[in-house]
């Protein structure tokens, strides 16, 4: 089965500019995550999606973040105006909520370097 | 949410076995405790999960003692290949899947 799609793979931008994240999870899957990831640390989790509501985005900065997951299956994730403390990989999972355990299946992530 | 704690770092030598210990001391009845791998450049892998005791898949084991405060990983007969970060995560369902900072892993030849 195709795995969690991800892109851009990498973005340069300078600060103050705009960028914008597309994730498609694996079919079927109900439960949408982005994560951020900053080099040496672990995956920090920004927002979670359930179908197409948000489950908790208590993490996100919500002044320059923001997520959109329509029609419960793709997922945006934008950055304006991007700071240079946003350099990061942002990683993308989803999993099938209606399983107990909760295995989450991730992207390949995009790298964004804000100059 | 249970937190866990787990080393920052471990050395270890091609062909030995190497086991990851994470404690896990407010873990909630109805918590699993899942292991995650991160190669550099790659999102993090699902390698095992378990509630209690032992569970063995073609990667790894996970022993879980009885009061479930603590889990190892064993990776057997590592290789160069296994460098790489393991995250030790507990939780139920997909609800808010937190990682800490994992252990970072260097095998050597």
């Known amino acids: 089965e195709a795995g969690v799609a991800q892109s851009p793979r990498y973005k340069i931008i300078e600060k103050r500019q705009s960028v914008a994240f597309w994730c498609n999870p694996i079919?079927?899957?109900?439960?949408l995550y982005w994560y951020q990831q900053i080099l040496g640390q672990g995956p920090k989790l920004l927002i979670q999606?359930?179908?197409?509501?948000?489950?908790?985005d208590s993490q996100l900065p919500k002044d320059r973040f923001s997520a959109e997951r329509l029609k419960g299956v793709d997922s945006t994730l934008k950055i304006q105006p991007a700071k240079l403390e946003d350099s990061a990989v942002y990683l993308c999972a989803s999993s099938l909520a209606a399983r107990n355990t909760g295995e989450l299946f991730f992207g390949e992530g995009s790298r964004l370097t804000v100059l | 949410l249970a937190k866990t704690t787990q080393p920052i770092s471990m050395d270890s030598y091609e062909g030995q076995e190497v086991n990851i210990t994470c404690s896990h001391n407010?873990?909630?009845?109805?918590?699993?405790i899942t292991w995650y791998q991160q190669f550099p450049s790659q999102g993090p892998r699902f390698i095992i999960q378990g509630y209690k005791t032992k569970v063995t898949n073609e990667v790894a084991s996970l022993f879980i003692p009885a009061d479930r405060k603590s889990s190892t990983l064993s990776l057997p007969r590592v290789s160069l290949s296994d460098t790489a970060v393991y995250y030790c995560?507990?939780?139920?369902?997909?609800?808010?899947?937190?990682f800490g900072k994992g252990t970072r892993l260097h095998i050597l030849p």
């Open positions: 999606f359930q179908n197409n509501g948000v489950v908790d």
């Open positions: 079919s079927g899957h109900a439960t």
């Open positions: 407010n873990i909630a009845t109805n918590d699993y």
């Open positions: 995560l507990v939780g139920y369902r997909d609800d808010k899947i937190i």
